[in-house]
Each structure stands twice: as C-alpha cells, then as structure tokens.
C-alpha cells in the first residue's frame, strides 16, 4: 500500500520550456503533497507543500511564479517548471502524507535536464 | 550543523557484517524517521520513532532515540548487498505556512555493502 506514482522520470529539453511533473497517490487520499529538490550527492530541500484545494505554501527562496504547483485532487498534485533555465536542471521528488503526523511516501522522482 | 545530521557521511562494509549509522537534531521533536533511497530513486519509508520511544525494531532494522542527546541510530543487522542506498534521518517541524509538518532531512549516509 501507500504508493505514490511520478511522471515522467525523465525530461530532457531545451532551455524556456516549460515542464510539468505529475503526482499521484494510487491507493490512498493524500491530503498534503510536498514537491523537494535533490541536487547530486545532497539531501532533499523543500520547495513547497501542498494542501488539496488551496494555494501551495512555498518555502523560502523558491519562487512561486517560478514553480507553479497546483493540487486539484486528493491524488493528484503538479509541478510546472516555468521557462526552465539550465540552472533548474536537477532531481525533482515529491512525497504524500495521508494525514497529520502520518509517513511521507514518495515518488521515484524526475530528473530534469535543461540543456 | 543541520537539524538531522548523520554520520558517517559514507560507510563501506562486508556483506554480513553490521551498519550502524547515527543522527543528531537540534530542536524538539515528536518523532524521528529514518528514509532509505537507492541511487536514482525517491525516499522509502522505513521506520518511524517516537519520543516517547526508546527503541524500535522492523525486520532486520533496530533504531533507538535518544531524546536527551537529540540523538538517533540506526542499526541494519546482517547486512545484504541490496542494502546498498543512502539513509536519511528526518525530523518533522513546520513548514514556512505553519500549518503543515515538513520534513527536514539530513545530509545522508552512504552505505556501500560489498558482496
């Protein structure tokens, strides 16, 4: 149980396109999704959390024009890198929590790729 | 240091033999989990701890909480060459919106398991 699917695991593209991942819990309601940024060799830094139905909370420094995050369903959340610069390229993760104080189940993850 | 640090950063042992890895925090915290990630992949579950535990065991994992040390092990007994990832430590607190716990984590361990 408590699976979460992403998409795609990879992307490869051309600088100023935009990008969007997708988030799934398959067998569980997942009312906050979290969306973390893993650089090589490096723990996971939060970008933003996500609550089904409002406005995702982003994290300091994370620009929320930037990374548009949108969570429209108790399964499903998004993140759409916006014009992406090489600068964005790295290890996109996100995780689902069916409740308060309960586990973080992950994705396996995107690996963005700006050339 | 960070809120949930580990060491050693990297340990390399022989397949059968033991891997203890240790986490420090600095705030309070009503629990502690541990995560397990494989190169290239998103973070599994593996054991939550409570502060009001001392100790917890899954399988061949035993984890103990030290809440006056702000500390944390985790043991992997017998170890197998599919034990071979990282591990993280996380310490849950609020995110920068203050009404959802995030999960901080720590720099890593590597645990290289040798055949």
């Known amino acids: 149980g408590a699976v979460v699917s992403q998409h795609p695991s990879r992307v490869i593209c051309k600088s100023g396109t935009s990008v969007k991942i997708e988030c799934r819990s398959l067998d569980f309601q997942a009312t906050t999704m979290f969306w973390y940024r893993q650089f090589p060799k490096q723990s996971l830094m939060l970008m933003a959390t996500s609550n089904e139905g409002s406005k995702a909370t982003y994290e300091q420094g994370v620009e929320k024009d930037k990374f548009l995050i949108n969570h429209a369903s108790l399964t499903l959340s998004t993140l759409t890198v916006t014009s992406a610069h090489p600068e964005d390229s790295s290890f996109y993760i996100c995780s689902a929590q069916g409740g308060p104080n309960q586990p973080q189940h992950f994705g396996d993850g995107t690996r963005l790729s700006i050339l | 240091s960070q809120q949930g640090e580990e060491d050693p950063q990297a340990l390399s042992i022989q397949e059968g033999e033991n891997a203890t890895m240790n986490c420090s925090y600095k705030t309070s915290i009503n629990n502690l989990q541990w995560y397990r990630q494989n190169s290239g992949r998103g973070l599994v579950h593996l054991i939550l701890?409570?502060?009001?535990?001392r100790e917890k065991h899954s399988g061949r994992l035993r984890v103990t909480l030290d809440t006056s040390k702000k500390s944390s092990s985790l043991l992997i007994t017998a170890s197998r060459a599919a034990d071979t990832a990282s591990y993280f430590c996380?310490?849950?607190?609020?995110?920068?919106?203050?009404?959802?716990?995030?999960?901080?984590f720590g720099k890593g361990t590597l645990l290289t398991v040798n055949p």
């Open positions: 996380a310490t849950p607190g609020k995110n920068s919106g203050g009404s959802n716990y995030k999960l901080t």
């Open positions: 701890i409570r502060s009001n535990e």
